[in-house]
T-cell receptor, first 115, second 116 residues
Framework: AQKVTQAQTEISVVEKEDVTLDCVYETRDTTYYLFWYKQPPSGELVFLIRRNSFDEQNEISGRYSWNFQKSTSSFNFTITASQVVDSAVYFCALRGLYNFNKFYFGSGTKLNVKP | DGGITQSPKYLFRKEGQNVTLSCEQNLNHDAMYWYRQDPGQGLRLIYYSQIVNDFQKGDIAEGYSVSREKKESFPLTVTSAQKNPTAFYLC???????????????FGPGTRLTVL
């Protein structure tokens, strides 16, 4: 089965705090791809990152970083020094190699950053 | 500017009416998708198309229909058979079969449909 679980429904932090959004996935594919998207209040999903299953190197982009751990089937997303503009719903998604038209989305984590 | 456009942004429908949501892309992508999002929920796949004149049902296709006559366009019709159509509808596109396996989906701004 292919499944993505985002156990944190909603998180509230104060500006400048660090926050980690959890993503746990299940897949039978040996090759797969993981994604994070941001959905601000306007509604459009904005692509943030894609990670291949054979590349476990962590990635940092400005205040954003991603920790991919195959051993625990997790692909967590950390925002350092959060800002009010980071307030949004964040989705983690999984895509397998062979059914690549099918993206499996988690239910999303709503992040509220308070000034 | 390359991107995906959806229209209208807000749509109101009376019960029993069919409505069509527009999705256009100028990214030269082969694959296009329609998702439905309910409040506080994730995305559910309605239909997808890998190439012109071809489309496949997703997880919740009942009460919806699509067409793919042009590469750039993938309109979604919400029919009167859809029992609970009030939702946020998102269109997406990706390179598709010609792309590499790490193909990414890019999304439009969405259409919010309300049934009165």
């Amino acid at each position: 089965a292919q499944k993505v679980t985002q156990a944190q429904t909603e998180i509230s932090v104060v500006e400048k705090e660090d926050v980690t959004l959890d993503c746990v996935y299940e897949t039978r594919d040996t090759t797969y791809y993981l994604f994070w998207y941001k959905q601000p209040p306007s509604g459009e999903l904005v692509f943030l990152i894609r990670r291949n299953s054979f590349d476990e190197q962590n990635e940092i982009s400005g205040r954003y970083s991603w920790n991919f751990q195959k051993s625990t089937s997790s692909f967590n997303f950390t925002i350092t020094a959060s800002q009010v503009v980071d307030s949004a719903v964040y989705f983690c998604a999984l895509r397998g190699l062979y059914n690549f038209n099918k993206f499996y989305f988690g239910s999303g984590t709503k992040l509220n950053v308070k000034p | 500017d390359g991107g995906i456009t959806q229209s209208p942004k807000y749509l109101f429908r009376k019960e029993g009416q069919n409505v069509t949501l527009s999705c256009e892309q100028n990214l030269n992508h082969d694959a296009m998708y329609w998702y439905r999002q309910d409040p506080g929920q994730g995305l559910r796949l309605i239909y997808y198309s890998q190439i012109v004149n071809d489309f496949q049902k997703g997880d919740i296709a009942e009460g919806y229909s699509v067409s793919r006559e042009k590469k750039e366009s993938f309109p979604l019709t919400v029919t009167s058979a859809q029992k609970n159509p009030t939702a946020f509808y998102l269109c997406a596109s990706s390179i598709g079969l010609a792309g590499n396996p790490a193909d990414t989906q890019y999304f439009g701004p969405g259409t919010r449909l309300t049934v009165l």
